[in-house]
C-alpha cells in the first residue's frame, strides 16, 4: 500500500468530505477567523484570504502529496455550505497512525456535525486505508473538542502539561498567549466495534460511502 492518501470523497448521512477548492476560500477564511477558532489553534490571527489560499492550494495539497497527512472540507449536503474541515496530520506509516483535528464554523455549531464528521474519517481510515490508531489532542479548557472525541469512542490517556498554546483575550481586547495542558485520546478499531449502533445513530454516518478520484 502507498504511503500516501487517495483523493477522496466521503459522504455521510448529512455530510459530504472533499478535497478544499479554491472556492472555498472566502468562507474558510470567514470560519477560522471566529474567535474560538482563534483561541484553539495556532492559525494566523487576523486569517486573511491570502493565508486561506496558500492553505487551500499548495499546503494541504503538498501534505497529501507528501504522505503527511489529508484535509478535507466538510459540506452540509443539503446547502454545501462549508461546516468545516477535518484534518489527519503528523502521519506515521510504519506504525499505522495518524492524528486527527477538527475545525467546524460558528453556523454549524450544535448539530452533531463535528462528532458526524469525525466518526466518519475514522471508519474511512481504519476500514479503507487498515490504520491502525487515530490520536486526538485537545486544550485542557476546550470542552466542545474533548465531547467530540468521547462522542466518537476515543479513550483519554492522559495529560501533556504545558504542551500547547491557546490564546485569550486580555484586558486591551488584544490576543494574548495563555500556555495550557493538552489532553491525549486514541481510537482503535475496536472502540469503534464497542461503540456500536449507538455511535452510528448519534453520528449519522454508520453507513459512510468514500469515492475515490475526487474531481
Known amino acids: 500500500m ?18 478544499l477548492e479554491e472556492s472555498d476560500i472566502e468562507a474558510f477564511a ?19 484570504e491570502a493565508h486561506a489560499r496558500d492553505w487551500i492550494t499548495e499546503l494541504a495539497p ?22 468545516g474541515t477535518v484534518h489527519l496530520r503528523k502521519t506515521d506509516w510504519r506504525v499505522r497512525s495518524t ?45 466542545a473538542s474533548q465531547q467530540v472525541a468521547q462522542k466518537i469512542g476515543c479513550i483519554s490517556e492522559g495529560v501533556l502539561r504545558g504542551a500547547w498554546i491557546a490564546r485569550s483575550r486580555n484586558e486591551r481586547g488584544e490576543w494574548a498567549d495563555v500556555r495550557t495542558d493538552l489532553i491525549v485520546w486514541s481510537l482503535l478499531p475496536e472502540d469503534l466495534e464497542d461503540l456500536g449502533d449507538m455511535g452510528e445513530q448519534r453520528s449519522g454516518a454508520g453507513g459512510y460511502t468514500s469515492y475515490a478520484d475526487w474531481n
Open 2 to 19: 502507498t504511503s500516501t492518501f487517495p483523493n477522496v470523497s466521503i459522504s455521510t448521512e448529512r455530510l459530504v468530505l472533499r478535497p
Open 30 to 48: 470567514e470560519m477560522m477567523n471566529d474567535e474560538l477558532v482563534t483561541a484553539w489553534t495556532s492559525v494566523p490571527q487576523p486569517y486573511t
Open 62 to 83: 503538498a501534505e497529501r502529496a507528501e504522505g503527511r497527512g489529508i484535509v478535507f472540507a466538510v459540506d452540509e449536503f443539503l446547502t454545501q455550505r462549508l461546516v
Open 99 to 143: 492524528e486527527m483535528a477538527y475545525v467546524i464554523a460558528p453556523w454549524a455549531r450544535g448539530e452533531g456535525y463535528a462528532s458526524e464528521a469525525a466518526l466518519a474519517t475514522a471508519h474511512w481510515v481504519f476500514d479503507d486505508r487498515r490504520f491502525e490508531r487515530l490520536e486526538l489532542r485537545t486544550a485542557a479548557d476546550n470542552t
